[in-house]
């Protein structure tokens, strides 16, 4: 490269992260540096307090948070993992641990997974979660052709709930299932 088209590379590239910079700066935009929304001008409202907010940024805006609608991207699979939750999850060190089951136990044959369930958990808008809106879910998952956890529920047998737990049965063996269903929240949508 001669010099005179390194020093215009140089030049350019000193541009662009100036104004790259120049983008990601505190700036005049809506919010102040203490975390406190400005009012929009032409308005009287108070500031808004970002304190008790979480605010999460993804690359992309999800089209839905339908964990059973097709071809789920990974804007939608960030969006669901934080609002969904399942029976158990992956821990950090690769181990299965609960998360709205208290505990689960497998039968000697590998068929039937029983699970007992957290009480007192709550939907979003206050109802309780019921042992049959696992059911719901977990047959959903299975029967609705374009959910994306469907690999995992087509498994399923047959799906049975008592007050405080869930009893999956499967079709055959599967010495993943808890894995897979720690990848997978099932909610009642």
């Given at each position: ?31 102040d540096a ?35 609608a097709p ?8 969006v669901s ?109």
């Amino acid at each position: 490269m001669n010099p005179t088209a390194r020093k215009l590379t140089a030049l350019s590239l000193a541009a662009v992260m100036g104004l790259g910079l120049a983008a990601c700066s505190g700036g005049s935009g809506n919010g102040d540096a203490t975390g406190t929304a400005s009012p929009t001008p032409g308005t009287t409202a108070e500031p808004a307090s970002y304190a008790d907010q979480i605010v999460v940024g993804i690359t992309a805006e999800p089209k839905y948070i339908e964990p059973n609608a097709p071809g789920m991207g990974p804007a939608e699979v960030q969006v669901s993992q934080q609002i969904f939750e399942g029976l158990v999850r992956t821990g950090d060190d690769g181990s299965i641990e609960p998360v709205l089951a208290t505990d689960w136990t497998i039968s000697d044959d590998g068929l039937t997974y029983t699970f007992n369930l957290v009480q007192g958990v709550k939907f979003s808008n206050g109802e309780d979660v019921e042992p049959s809106d696992w059911v719901w879910s977990f047959y959903r998952a299975r029967d609705y052709e374009t959910s994306n956890y469907r690999y995992i529920a087509e498994a399923i047998d047959t799906v049975e709930a008592t007050d405080e737990q869930v009893v999956i049965t499967l079709t055959e063996p599967n010495a993943a299932f808890l894995a897979e269903l720690a990848t997978s929240p099932m909610p009642r949508a």
